[in-house]
């Protein structure tokens, strides 16, 4: 099979980290006998400074046209003095939205490797974790209608946390698709006890769940997920939420990994299009040194040939390429213990190919 993929480098260490997941690619191809046909295209400020805009309709054009779009991350110091609607981190808004792209899932994966580096307890982690957040986002208060105005108390200002039964029907049902393919169970978490946006939310993904009898259904207030997220994550398999409780409780879950370098994410749009890109940002930093870890990206693209590709032999395969270093002793400087050697993001991609099939 031929697969075409959007490939949007960006700035910083994007370029560095998405060159080693072609490498991985290049072997997942060679391997199991598929190919992947790369179109390499600008977002970010690289795109500023070539075209004048962070969003070049050709990018748009082109990520259409393909059948996944992998991104590496966009922005860094040199534009930090660019008005807010003109710096590099417009784009992936832009392509968000051009793309029509409202489920973001962000894993949630401890490596038993790297135990050490997660905040929590030994017992609380004893054996793994493994939780997906299954994030909407293109709607509620992010998108809602905004405002200022005058009250009795001073100016004042508003955002309105608004969801419509389509769009909760939608995210529900990746959620619901996604818990099949794994643990079975889903847990929706709103604030139902005040919100009437929550009310309609709970009552859609139930409706939702009277499709998916095998998938168990717990509804969980946000407040309350967010300690269970750090009391007992364990209990967690699929979590689907709101763009706002989503963005926070994504973050909170992953820091349980340990390492930012480690972290994956997907955006999906209808008919498994999807964007995949790591959590992480440009880290100018560090751009340019070797000193990136290219997991986060590598794991991306794992999820793009499971979620996109319907490819899980070939997500597997590189899943555990990607453990089989760890096990081996190397780290990136990232997850390196103090004083212990590190390897660099060449080295990290060279080590993971060579560790396909
Ligand atoms: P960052 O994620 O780029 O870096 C935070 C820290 O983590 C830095 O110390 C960095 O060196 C380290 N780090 C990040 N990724 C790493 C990796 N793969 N390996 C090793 N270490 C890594 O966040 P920041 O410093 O807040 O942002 C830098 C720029 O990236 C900003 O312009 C920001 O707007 C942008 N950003 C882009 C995205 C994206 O493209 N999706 C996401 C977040 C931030």
Not at 242 to 257: K, P, R, V
């Amino acid at each position: 099979m031929e697969y075409r993929i959007a490939v949007v480098p960006g700035d910083g260490i994007g370029p560095e980290v998405v060159a080693q997941t072609l490498k991985v690619l290049d072997k997942v191809g060679e391997v199991y006998g598929h190919s992947f046909k790369y179109e390499k295209v600008l977002a970010g400020g690289c795109a500023i400074d070539a075209t004048g805009g962070c969003l070049p309709q050709e990018t748009i054009d082109v990520c259409k046209a393909s059948d996944a779009v992998l991104l590496g991350a966009v922005g860094g110091w040199k534009w930090d003095t660019l008005p807010g609607n003109e710096r590099p981190e417009m784009a992936l808004l832009g392509l968000r939205k051009e793309l029509g792209l409202f489920a973001n899932l962000r894993p949630a994966m401890l490596f038993e490797e790297l135990a050490d580096a997660c905040p929590l307890k030994p017992e609380i982690i004893a054996g793994g974790l493994d939780i997906v957040v299954v994030r909407e986002l293109t709607g509620g208060i992010y998108f809602g209608e905004k405002g200022t105005k005058d009250t009795a108390m001073g100016a004042a200002a508003y955002d309105v946390e608004q969801y419509s039964e389509g769009e909760v029907r939608r995210i529900a049902e990746v959620a619901f698709d996604m818990a099949m393919k794994r643990g079975k169970k889903v847990t929706s978490v709103d604030k139902a006890n005040v919100l009437e946006s929550s009310r309609l939310w709970r009552r859609v993904v139930a409706e939702v769940g009277d499709r998916f009898p095998e998938v168990e259904l717990n509804n969980m207030y946000v407040d309350n997920a967010a300690m269970q997220l750090v009391r007992n994550p364990k209990q967690f398999d699929v979590i689907v939420t709101s763009n706002i409780f989503g963005d926070i409780l994504s973050d909170e879950a992953s820091m349980i990994t340990g390492s930012i370098g480690m972290l994956p994410s997907a955006s999906l749009a209808t008919g498994n299009f999807g964007m995949y890109e790591p959590v992480h940002g440009s880290a100018p930093d560090i751009a340019g040194k070797d000193m990136a870890n290219p997991m986060a990206t590598i794991l991306s693209a794992a999820m793009m040939l499971r979620y996109t590709f319907g490819l899980g032999k070939e997500a597997d395969a590189v899943e555990s390429a990607v453990k089989k270093v760890l096990a081996d002793g190397y780290r990136t400087h990232d997850i390196a213990a103090e004083g212990e050697e590190a390897i660099g993001t060449e080295k990290a991609g060279d080590l993971i190919a060579a560790n396909i099939g």
